[in-house]
Nanobody, 122 residues
Framework: LVRLVESGGGSVLAGGSLRLSCVAS????????MSWYRQTLGKEREFVSG???????TYADSVKGRFTISQDNAKNTVYLQMNSLKPDDTAMYYC????????????????WGQGTQVTVSS
């Protein structure tokens, strides 16, 4: 199986910064894309940012210019640097791994972490 563990959440004032980390372990020797999603109570989970196996990145319009996604393949870790945080960024942040293994390897699929809470106050 694949395990994802997020960390780095917390409470900050508007304008502050946080860096989230997501460490992958288990059977992870397959091609993968990594992404961050967030969710607030009563709302659907929404895409925040993603990075594919080639290192290409994408961002939701709401975070462009403020958030930066990166990865350290040697550490099996993906990061989300969040700057200029706003109260609207308050949410539980989840890491997602979309894994594609070669034929015969039964670990392809989507994996999620348990989430890390980010709270931004004004």
């Amino acid at each position: 199986l694949v395990r994802l563990v997020e960390s780095g959440g917390g409470s900050v004032l508007a304008g502050g910064s946080l860096r989230l980390s997501c460490v992958a372990s288990g059977f992870i020797s397959c091609t993968s894309d990594m992404s961050w999603y967030r969710q607030t109570l009563g709302k659907e989970r929404e895409f925040v940012s993603g990075i594919d196996s080639a290192g290409s990145t994408t961002y939701a319009d709401s975070v462009k210019g403020r958030f930066t996604i990166s990865q350290d393949n040697a550490k099996n870790t993906v990061y989300l640097q969040m700057n200029s945080l706003k109260p609207d960024d308050t949410a539980m942040y989840y890491c997602k791994r979309e894994q594609r293994c070669t034929r015969g390897v039964p670990f392809s699929g989507d994996y999620w972490g348990q989430g890390t809470q980010v709270t931004v106050s004004s």
